[in-house]
C-alpha cells in the first residue's frame, strides 16, 4: 500500500446504519485517516439503503459468509480493515485479516457479551444486574462473540429509573465517541 493512500475499510452492518453513518461523518470531518470502500450488509435493512444513498459501494450477503468467500470479497476490493458496525452474524475472520477485524460492543466487556447479548437484550442485561455504570467496548474480533483483544471502553453511569431506551441513548453517544478513537488509533500502528 503506497504510503499516500488511506486505509480502505470495510463496514459491516445488519441495522439501521447509525454507527455506519457516525463512522462516515468522522472520516469526512478528517477525525479518521480512512475510507469507507465496502459495505456488506446481512440483509436489504434500512442501513443499506443509506449506504447507497451515500455513495458507498454496498453488497447484500444474507447469512452467515463463508471465510473462503469473505476473503475472495475483501480482496477483490483491496480492504485493510474490516469494522463492524451494528453486524449481526458471527465472522469467520480469514487468516489473512487477522488482528485486523473490530468491534464495537454496547456494554463493558468482559461482561454483558456473547451471543444472543446485543441490542435491548444487552441494556436489559445490564440493568436486571444492577451494574452502577455500563457502557460501550471497542474490541478486535477473534472466532468467538465479543472476545478479543480490548482497544478501549467508554463508561456511561446507570442512573435510576433508567429503562432500556434510556440505557442505550447514552451507550450510543459514548460509542459515537468510542469508535472513532479506537479506530484512529488502530490505523496509527497501536497494537495490544
Known amino acids: 500500500m503506497p504510503a499516500t493512500s488511506k486505509p480502505r475499510i470495510a463496514a459491516m452492518i445488519s441495522g439501521g446504519g447509525r454507527t455506519l ?5 468522522r472520516i469526512e470531518r ?3 485517516g480512512a475510507e469507507i470502500a465496502l ?9 443499506a439503503a443509506k449506504a447507497r444513498a451515500a455513495g458507498l459501494p454496498t453488497l447484500v450477503i444474507p447469512g452467515r459468509i463463508p ?3 469473505l476473503e475472495t470479497v475483501l480482496r477483490e476490493h483491496r480492504i485493510d480493515w474490516v469494522v463492524l458496525a451494528g453486524y449481526l452474524k458471527l465472522v469467520d475472520i480469514p487468516p489473512a485479516f ?4 473490530v468491534n464495537i460492543h454496547p456494554a463493558l466487556l468482559p461482561r454483558h457479551g456473547g451471543h444472543g447479548l446485543y441490542g435491548h437484550h444487552v441494556h436489559e442485561a445490564v440493568l436486571k444486574s444492577g451494574d452502577p455504570v455500563s457502557g460501550c467496548t471497542v474490541h478486535l474480533c477473534d472466532s468467538r462473540y465479543d472476545t478479543g483483544p480490548i482497544v478501549l471502553q ?9 429503562t432500556p431506551d434510556s440505557l442505550a441513548a447514552r451507550v450510543f453517544e459514548a460509542e459515537c465517541e468510542a469508535y472513532p478513537e479506537a479506530l484512529s488509533k488502530l490505523l496509527s500502528g497501536w497494537r495490544p
Do not use: F, M, T, Y
Open 21 to 25: 453513518l457516525n463512522l462516515l461523518h
Open 30 to 32: 478528517g477525525e479518521i
Open 39 to 47: 459495505v456488506i450488509a446481512s440483509s436489504e435493512c434500512p442501513g
Open 67 to 69: 471465510r473462503e468467500k
Open 98 to 101: 487477522d488482528g485486523r477485524v
Open 154 to 162: 467508554k463508561q456511561v453511569p446507570v442512573l435510576p429509573g433508567d
